[in-house]
């Protein structure tokens, strides 16, 4: 069984660039959640997809987007990034809403 | 009321001791607690969870203990080793569809050997 897969490890961009960022579920999950993990904070919900429909948001402005794929995949989209979009950005998977697991994210530099 | 304030912020124990870390929270609609074991540079790795109607559940060396009235939980870790130095997160949610897990600040703790 294949864990949540993440891409890229690393990335480092410009302040105004725009990013995507990759993962992959557990298979047989059907539920993907994005965190951002902020260094030395918890994660914070940034939005979750079941079935290719956003189900549930968290207090992140509209230059956060995702998508979900038929395959259960998902990307996550910055516009504009900001300095302080500077993170860990974790994938999360589940069969349902609960336990999720976490794939390894993805760290965002913006400078 | 979607906090979930964990304590203490970190941790030194010796080998073989046992490691506490408590939780509470306010949102009554929380349905789902579980607990997170993230190492540098890794994401978070599920230890143990529980739901509400148990006051405890053990899984190994991980213990949680559940106080429905007081709105707490807390992480016992028996038998501490080196390779338990790791931060350690609480969460919380209300085990729906589109319902987030809210984190605690996290937990740093340190083994001595």
């Known amino acids: 069984e294949t864990g949540v897969t993440q891409s890229p490890t690393h990335l480092i961009k410009t302040r105004g660039q725009q990013v995507t960022l990759r993962c992959s579920s557990q298979?047989?999950?059907?539920?993907v959640s994005w965190y951002q993990q902020a260094l030395g904070q918890g994660p914070q919900f940034i939005f979750q997809y079941y079935r290719e429909e956003e189900n549930g948001r968290g207090n992140f402005p509209p230059r956060f987007s995702g998508l979900q794929f038929p395959n259960y995949s998902s990307e996550l989209n910055v516009n504009a990034l900001e300095l302080d979009d500077s993170a860990l950005y974790l994938c999360a998977s589940s069969l349902g809403p609960d336990p999720q697991y976490f794939g390894p994210g993805t760290r965002l530099t913006v400078t | 009321q979607q906090q979930v304030k964990q304590s203490p912020q970190s941790l030194i124990v010796q080998k073989g001791g046992i490691s506490i870390i408590n939780c509470a929270y306010e949102?009554?609609?929380?349905?789902?607690f579980p607990w997170y074991q993230q190492f540098p540079g890794k994401g978070p790795a599920l230890l143990i969870a529980i739901r509400p109607d148990v006051s405890e559940k053990k899984e190994g060396r991980f213990t949680i203990s559940f106080n429905k009235s007081a709105k707490q939980f807390s992480l016992h870790i028996m038998d501490s080793q080196p390779g338990d130095s790791a931060t350690y997160f609480c969460?919380?949610?209300?085990?729906?569809?589109?319902?987030?897990?809210?984190f605690g600040a996290g937990t740093i703790l340190r083994v001595k050997s």
């Open positions: 949102n009554t609609a929380f349905d789902y």
């Open positions: 298979s047989g999950h059907n539920t």
């Open positions: 969460a919380a949610s209300m085990g729906e569809y589109g319902n987030k897990l809210v």
